[in-house]
């Protein structure tokens, strides 16, 4: 601030500068001791040239004083773990601190860079007790590449690789603790293999034989995570990469080579540097670790009484689809493509608290890559005349693809991965561009031979955002002659699927515009004839029951009492049985005048719907009655209200759930019994089957009931503490009172807990009530999927199809399929779906639903039977 401002107090005008400096004090940049200041060189170094700012950085970092060692590993550390493309030259600056110079030795003669490498071997003990597997995995590749500098001896990082494959060997080791385990390992040794294997070629084939053992027993459950499938077999379609079948074929490979493939696939910028005299230095030796346990929470509700389990994601064998050829992108069975795949992927994980940062990185990936590795940017020189020059825009969108629609959830939230893909446009959009528009025409290719259902909505929903982004430029006429196959076809289900999704990003005027005539077509049902809206069926004067809807309406509107809209309701019930028009199911008719006319008064906006919903939940209440006939019509006339626009059913369901008006079994059973009878809202009319609108809704319903129970058991479990920890302290503040010790040893903490603490009592019978309807929602769930895919012929609305479907002969038949077909096949789609994304929570019960579901097929042959028990029972882990 100016030293002159204290003259200058009369002024308005001067008060605010005063502010406005003020404000700017504020905003400066923290202070940043030297320490900080080189610590944060350390990490931004290779921003511009690494191999030239090497020395500069080096020089820096000898000459600071006072040198704390502990800094200096802190920022190796954060740079090696958030920075994985820089790791081999941050051995290289390893191992020019290792010269040793007048100024840089302590008393025992220790060189500065072993110093520091002490130190940040501690810090990777730690990440190794926190099981913090990626940046594990990225410690041992900076060993790895210090082996091969020759800092740390090949005994020594044998063993730490042989630590990791130790894990497979753990009776009960989980798909995602092996297979992370099994990664650390095969990675560590592809780039220490070229030291490590004339060091010992026994223990490296011990390592790779280890993680092919693992493999080859774990082969169940890839045959239910792929994300291209055919019913009727055990295997794909060759478009996707298991990570672990990966890793062993590139592994094999780079050992095949005696791991000459291991300087053409990775960046050694300390190759040049001359050894060190051997006569004064000794590699550092590696401490022997033990990979931490997985962490059981022993303090936890038991699974008898119906315990939640979290979803692990990382339980699954993950599959990356490959869209494009061999040439064009890297083939994740090759060592240089597996080594560039992995890179794109850290970057991709690693910056998803920064989309904007991660795209640059992605597009700036070459030059951390060897030379030649992928084609120069348009009119740039060739780096290298030699290199496989693979296509960088088409690389990186193929792996944040992979990430995105990895099965049977992603790693981080869809829209994370959306988001990225567009930030790549806007950096790059004349390279970028094309790519996507290649990606989406591989996927689209791909539909209708065999892509994952689950596959095919992420892909529709990505679509209609990435078009949103982009003014909803797309050439649509390119799939006009799809228009003639099945209306089911999952090309045709795209297509509508999509067009929904970008309507409800804009409106339906402004998308049917950027559709073909073809399109536009009603016949096509590729866009509705009028905008997504309301439809409520007593509007029309001349439609029976106009008049007592009305009356309910206008009480409504006046925002009348609920109890006075209820009498206005058992009123017109009273006259409509007494009337000479005879109405099958008079009830039925009351419960949906009285719901569409509630819906009416709330369509204008969510605003509206949420206020009618709360200022009417007596009415509700008293409507739905607590009879499962009640809560089936209540979702009846909500589906036919909103018919033109499901996006508004999922919302409406959602909320009375949500104020408990019906039960997420309710909202299961409808979905499966009631939702056909609303031709609008359902593709899959005909025989009992689901689309992805149903599947929604289960999804929905399925995470409410989940949700509640991990809600309430949270709650008993911090009541539980705050319980154990007031009688702790009581006990304690009495226990000099040899009475109250007698007393106290009278009574059972939790007979104790029942009597002294109501909230606790309440609590659990909360959980126990909630956790009978999980179990129940999913019982009712796995039901209507039986029913639907191995029906018997006294089951309604059977789908003898479903059997056609999965047989060998069915699926080599599918271009002559038509809609039930296509439905059936679906369907089983969904099922697996819902077996991989819901496994945790049916494992629980496992027992319990196999026996009720499936005792009917008891000695069956029937081939439905058998492909619902064996998915069944891989996702259970009972194969």
């Not at 350390?42 to 921003?47: D, H, S, T």
């Not at 739905?624 to 036919?640: H, M, P, Q």
């Not at 399925?702 to 009541?719: S, Y």
């Not at 956790?771 to 029913?787: A, H, M, N, Y």
Request: net charge negative; hydrophobic share 40%.
């Amino acid at each position: 601030m100016s030293y002159d401002r204290q003259y200058h107090r009369g002024g308005g005008g001067n008060r605010r500068r005063q502010h406005r400096d003020d404000y700017d004090d504020r905003r400066r940049e923290p202070y940043e001791s030297p320490a900080d200041k080189l610590k944060n060189a350390i990490i931004k170094f290779g921003e511009v040239d690494a191999l030239e700012e090497l020395p500069l950085i080096e020089k820096q970092i000898r000459e600071f004083t006072p040198r704390v060692i502990s800094n200096l590993s802190e920022a190796f550390r954060i740079a090696v773990t958030e920075q994985p493309f820089k790791i081999p030259y941050y051995a290289a600056l390893l191992r020019q601190l290792h010269n040793s110079t007048e100024d840089a030795s302590t008393d025992d003669g220790s060189s500065l860079g072993k110093q520091i490498l002490e130190d940040f071997w501690k810090g990777f003990q730690g990440y190794l007790d926190q099981l913090a597997w990626r940046e594990t995995r990225l410690c041992i590749h900076f060993f790895a590449h210090l082996t091969v500098a020759k800092l740390i001896s090949t005994e020594s990082m044998l063993t730490l690789l042989e630590s990791f494959t130790a894990v497979l060997e753990e009776f009960g080791v989980s798909q995602g603790r092996a297979k992370k385990a099994a990664v650390c390992a095969a990675e560590g040794l592809m780039i220490g293999g070229p030291v490590l294997k004339p060091s010992s070629k026994e223990r490296v084939q011990e390592i790779i034989g280890a993680i092919r053992t693992y493999n080859d027993n774990n082969a169940n459950p890839k045959w239910l995570a792929q994300p291209v499938f055919k019913a009727n077999t055990d295997g794909g379609l060759g478009n996707a990469y298991d990570l672990l079948d990966s890793v062993l074929l590139s592994l094999s490979a780079f050992n095949d080579s005696d791991f000459l493939a291991t300087k053409s696939s990775f960046c050694q910028p300390y190759a040049t540097y001359a050894e060190l005299d051997s006569s004064v230095f000794t590699p550092f030796d590696l401490p022997s670790v033990l990979v931490a346990p997985e962490i059981i929470e022993l303090d936890s509700l038991s699974a008898e009484t119906g315990e939640d389990s979290h979803v692990k994601k990382e339980e699954w064998p993950e599959y990356f689809l490959h869209i494009f050829e061999n040439d064009i992108t890297p083939d994740l069975e090759s060592p240089e493509g597996y080594v560039v795949r992995m890179g794109i992927r850290d970057i991709v994980d690693i910056f998803e608290v920064n989309r904007k940062e991660a795209a640059r990185l992605l597009l700036e990936y070459p030059k951390w890559t060897k030379p030649g590795t992928f084609k120069p940017k348009p009119g740039a020189a060739p780096e290298s005349t030699e290199g496989i020059g693979w296509q960088l825009e088409s690389t990186i969108i193929e792996n944040v693809l992979g990430a995105y629609l990895t099965l049977p959830e992603t790693s981080h939230k869809t829209i994370y991965y959306i988001s990225l893909i567009t930030e790549l446009c806007k950096l790059a959009p004349s390279t970028v561009g094309p790519a996507v528009g290649k990606s989406i025409r591989k996927l689209y290719s791909m539909l209708g031979e065999g892509l994952d259902v689950e596959v095919a909505r992420r892909f529709a929903e990505w679509f209609a955002i990435h078009m949103s982004n982009f003014g909803f430029q797309w050439v649509w006429k390119e799939w006009i002659p799809d228009l003639s196959l099945d209306i089911q076809h999952p090309k045709r289900a795209f297509m509508r699927r999509a067009v929904e999704f970008e309507i409800r990003l804009a409106y339906h005027d402004r998308i049917l515009k950027t559709l073909p005539p073809e399109m536009q077509a009603a016949e096509t049902q590729t866009i509705g004839e009028q905008a997504p809206g309301p439809n409520f069926e007593y509007d029309d004067p001349a439609k029976p029951h106009h008049d007592a809807a009305q009356s309910v309406l206008n009480l409504l509107r006046g925002r009348a009492d609920a109890k006075d809209v209820i009498a206005q309701l058992e009123t017109l019930k009273a006259t409509l049985e007494a009337s000479d028009d005879a109405v099958v199911n008079t009830d039925g008719l009351v419960r949906s005048i009285a719901i569409q006319s509630l819906l009416h008064i709330g369509s204008r906006s969510f605003s509206h719907l949420l206020n009618a919903i709360e200022r009417y939940l007596p009415l509700l209440r008293h409507v739905a009655g607590g009879s499962t006939e009640a809560k089936a019509d209540i979702l009846t006339a909500c589906a036919a209200f909103w018919k033109h626009n499901r996006h508004m059913v999922a919302i409406v369901f959602d909320k009375l759930m949500q104020y408990q008006i019906v039960d997420p079994t309710d909202v299961v059973g409808w979905t499966f019994i009631n939702r056909a009878g609303i031709r609008e809202l359902s593709e899959s009319t005909g025989p009992l089957s689901l689309s992805a609108f149903e599947w929604d809704l289960l999804k929905a319903a399925l995470d409410k009931a989940n949700g509640r129970v991990m809600i309430a058991r949270r709650k008993v479990t911090t009541l539980r503490k705050e319980d154990d920890d007031a009688r702790a302290k009581a006990k304690a503040s009495g226990g000099a009172d040899g009475n109250a010790m007698e007393v106290d040893a009278e009574v059972k903490p939790d007979e104790a807990s029942a009597v002294d603490n109501p909230a606790l009592t309440t609590a659990l019978k909360a959980f126990a009530s909630l956790t009978r309807e999980q179990k129940s929602v999913l019982s009712r769930t796995l039901d209507g999927f039986v029913s639907c895919l191995a029906p018997s012929p006294s089951d309604p609305n059977p789908n003898p199809l479903s059997r056609v479907v999965i047989s060998e002969e069915g699926w080599n038949d599918r271009a002559a399929w038509e809609k039930d077909q296509w439905n059936a096949w679906e369907t089983w789609g969904w099922y697996r779906q819902f077996c991989r994304a819901f496994a945790p929570y049916l494992r629980n019960y496992s027992t319990t639903l196999f026996t009720v579901s499936f005792a009917k097929f008891e000695g069956s042959t029937d081939p439905a039977a058998e492909v619902l028990k064996k998915t069944w029972n891989v996702a259970t882990g009972q194969e």
